[in-house]
């Protein structure tokens, strides 16, 4: 059960990583959304979500997300400890 109810912000420090464990899978699309726009207005073009393993419906639904932002260049699941419960994303550099 979450501690938190639908009117909490939830600060989250925009420094290439987003864990999505602290919200609900209903808020993980714009989460992210949100998350990429901040991440690129400070310049930071590789991010790595972390979306757990569980049965995959949150990576699925990341990954529908990433499928369709114009902003991702290429995205796939972390090779590193965490595994598939991480994606490392490459998003293109903001040319103004």
């Not at 979450?2 to 609900?24: A, K, Q, R, W, Y």
């Not at 569980?54 to 796939?76: E, I, M, W």
Request: charged share 25%; glycine share 10%.
């Amino acid at each position: 059960m979450n501690s938190f109810d639908d009117d909490t912000v939830v600060h989250v420090p925009i420094d290439g990583e987003l864990d999505l464990h602290m919200f609900s899978p209903k808020e993980a699309a714009s989460v992210v959304e949100e998350y990429i726009r901040a991440c690129l207005e400070d310049g930071i073009t590789e991010l790595r979500i972390i979306h757990g393993k569980g049965k995959g419906a949150l990576r699925r639904t990341v990954h529908a997300l990433l499928d369709r932002h114009p902003q991702v260049v290429q995205y796939g699941l972390d090779s590193g400890p965490s595994g598939w419960g991480a994606t490392l994303v490459s998003l293109k550099e903001n040319v103004e």
